[in-house]
């Protein structure tokens, strides 16, 4: 990928001109709407406060904290959208009302701190700080929807950081070299239309109009549809080469999704690969029938291949030191009393390494299909998606490490200070940042999570580690976007 020159914004006041109309109009891939607010989305590009864009001056009412105490009033802010009373978890799913709302509060923090909100073609939001055209902007982001009674921190811990990052640069009055943005990528989760990052998918080129258009919610409505009642035009979608060739850096902060900080002692982590994983629809077809009258010698039933594939999956990744997953299922017809005529399962698997993954999956298949073939059940396997390893960057990955462990004072709990290396962690959750590494050098770095628990309510991080991932962010984005 080629870049245009470094340093492109190399004045301190530039950001009161080309973020707006003008911007927009040379851009040409900011298009469609906000989501979700309808009131607010009839242009494309909004400046919010024009008086408040100057890149080093503290102003606007977001911005007057420093980056620890904005960060709780957001995060108090964001709590109760979009949660479930009884199950208290979140179900922000993408385009419908708790996504809109989630939307509309992104929005509402780039404009109370002047930043030049933006939609871009695929529905994922910005918030810049300097000329987006510029090139070689560092962009800070994460997602704020969520799976199905997910918790509060993956995706909003990152979004929220983020801004409370700038806040804290802003309180600092460093001086910026590079545009900043702030991104909230849209349907990260997948937990609507079955497909993980559909928002930076589209903008890496890496999901096509045509699959993306295809794409259908448990209820039937299409993404198609399911945008455009959001106020998002689902005809504007697609490639966006020309924006990601003007990110010279973007950096996900995200919870941990394990428990690898909490053992190391560490409040901050930095990511080193994702592993790669993808999700595989098996279908079982029997033959639905009366439970209480027929024969067990004389039942086609396919939840009984569906149990033994459940098992098979456990082994084959138990075996291959990898993970895999059934955790949804469909059955029809569905009744206490009926023998099922069809059992979908989609099971989740990651690995190491590809080697690993491609093990693991076609065991448990060829498992499922010995299984099959005794009970009279007829089985496809589909793959819905597949994301390879992705190694993030190692030069940025670096810069980062020196950047955190050559801070004054530490912030560990248990008193790491100057120097102290900071933990590298592998992962197997997919995150934006590891589609958006194919197109733009990408970095991550994690929040401790003492439970290792996540996409559950009871995912957690403690809000001093949670200011110190706001703090190592400030850090990070003030090494690469200030003098
Ligand atoms: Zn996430």
């Known amino acids: 990928m080629s870049l245009p020159p470094g340093g492109a914004n190399g004045n301190e006041d530039t950001a009161g001109n080309g973020v707006a109309g003008s911007g927009a109009a040379a851009n040409g891939a900011v298009a469609g709407s906000g989501a979700g607010n309808a009131a607010a989305t009839g242009n494309t590009v909004a400046t919010g406060n024009k008086a408040a864009t100057r890149n080093t001056a503290a102003t606007g009412s977001g911005a007057a904290a420093g980056g620890g105490s904005s960060f709780q009033a957001m995060w108090r802010e964001l709590l109760p959208v979009g949660r479930n009373q009884d199950s208290g978890g979140y179900r922000r799913y993408a385009w419908t009302g708790a996504d809109a709302d989630c939307r509309a509060w992104f929005r509402a923090q780039a404009e109370a701190r002047g930043l030049a909100y933006e939609v871009d073609r695929n529905g994922n939001q910005w918030a810049w700080l300097g000329d987006p055209l510029a090139g070689d902007a560092v962009v800070a982001g994460s997602h704020l929807d969520s799976v199905p009674d ?5 995706g909003p811990l990152g979004v929220v950081s983020s801004f409370a990052a700038l806040d804290e640069l802003r309180r600092r009055e460093v001086e910026f070299t590079r545009p900043l943005a702030i991104s909230n990528f849209g349907d990260e989760e997948g937990a609507r239309f079955g497909l993980a990052c559909v928002g930076s998918r589209l903008a890496a080129g890496q999901l096509t109009v ?9 209820d039937g409505i299409t993404l198609p549809q399911a945008m455009e009642a959001a106020g998002h035009d689902p005809d504007a979608i697609g490639p966006d080469p020309e924006r990601l060739a003007r990110i010279g850096a973007f950096v996900e902060l995200h919870v941990e999704q394990g428990r690898a900080l909490d053992l190391t002692g560490d409040p901050v982590g930095i990511a080193s690969a994702i592993w790669p994983h993808g999700r595989w629809r098996f279908d079982f077809r029997g033959e639905a029938n009366h439970a209480g009258t027929t024969r067990l010698a004389d039942r086609r039933d396919p939840m009984l ?40 399962g989609w099971l989740d698997s990651r690995a190491a390494d590809q080697e690993a993954l491609d093990a693991v999956v076609t065991g448990i298949e060829r498992a499922a299909r010995e299984h099959a073939e005794r009970a009279g059940i007829d089985l496809d396997v589909v793959r819905e998606s597949f994301t390879p390893v992705v190694e993030f960057e190692h030069a940025l990955r670096d810069e980062l490490g020196k950047i955190l462990a050559g801070r004054d004072g530490g912030d560990s709990r248990d008193g790491g200070g100057a120097d102290r290396p900071v933990p590298v962690l592998g992962t197997g959750a997919g995150h934006d940042a590891g589609i958006l590494s194919a197109s733009v050098p990408t970095a991550m ?26 703090i190592a962010l400030a850090d990070v984005l003030e090494g690469l976007a200030c003098s």
Do not use: M, Q, W
């Open 210 to 218: 045509e699959a993306a258009h295809r794409l259908r919610d448990g």
């Open 445 to 470: 770095l994690f929040v401790r999570n003492p439970t290792g628990i996540s996409h559950s309510p009871a995912e957690h991080a403690g809000e001093d580690d949670c200011v110190a991932g706001v």
């Open 150 to 154: 997910g918790g509060a921190f993956d």
């Open 305 to 344: 291949t569906y149990a033994e594939t459940v098992l098979a999956a456990r082994r084959e990744a138990e075996l291959a030191g990898a993970l895999a997953t059934f955790g949804k299922i469909s059955v029809e017809p569905n009744g206490v009393n009926a023998i099922p005529s069809l059992v979908r």
